[in-house]
């Protein structure tokens, strides 16, 4: 076959450039990530049952995501962020990653799942670890990135953990306390 036939084959470009590895911060190629997210059995029904927690929210919870090297963890990681929570510094509208996820489920249950979690207002949080962990030794890098992006995305000075957690104890005391306190 040509190059020609393949086009006529295909709804996508072929000669299109193809990322090889999924990247938490680019947004250049967000759209036909969200577009082209394959959307199987198996991840169908493990999102449902995330939505389902996370829409039916009574304590804290988390999710981890495991997998073998290129079975898709960080192109997953990445539509779930935006899926269930505004990215900052991203145009990226979360209803068209929701409508995408939509269109692509084929059971009853997650469509309305997905609606229901557009309903909660969210921020997400998506950063590369290796941009933002500081290396302390060769071997050792800072365990707290998560706490320091978190501090960032707050306005707090994330680079130095316990200078954001007093810029955090004066915000949870407010003016008037700080005030009421320097009074004899």
């Known amino acids: 076959m040509t190059v020609m036939q393949l086009t006529e084959i295909f709804a996508k470009d072929v000669q299109r450039p193809i990322e090889g590895v999924i990247k938490a911060d680019d947004v250049a190629h967000l759209g036909t990530e969200v577009d082209e997210y394959v959307l199987t059995n198996e991840a169908a029904k ?48 979360r209803e068209r990653v929701s409508e995408s996820f939509r269109a692509k489920a084929t059971d009853a249950f997650l469509p309305p799942l997905l609606h229901k979690a557009d309903r909660i207002p969210a921020k997400s949080l998506l950063f590369n670890i290796d941009q933002k962990a500081t290396l302390i030794s060769k071997d050792q890098t800072d365990a707290y990135y998560a706490v320091k992006v978190f501090d960032e995305s707050r306005g707090y000075y994330g680079d130095q953990g316990h200078i954001a957690r007093f810029e955090r104890q004066l915000d949870d005391e407010g003016p008037a306390r700080r005030v009421q306190r320097r009074l004899p």
Do not use: C, Q, R
């Open 46 to 93: 493990g999102l449902e049952l995330l939505l389902e927690a996370y829409t039916d929210y009574t304590n804290a919870n988390g999710v981890w995501i495991s997998g073998f090297f290129g079975s898709g963890k960080s192109h997953l990681e990445k539509m779930l962020a935006h899926l269930l929570g505004d990215v900052e510094g991203d145009d990226f509208p």
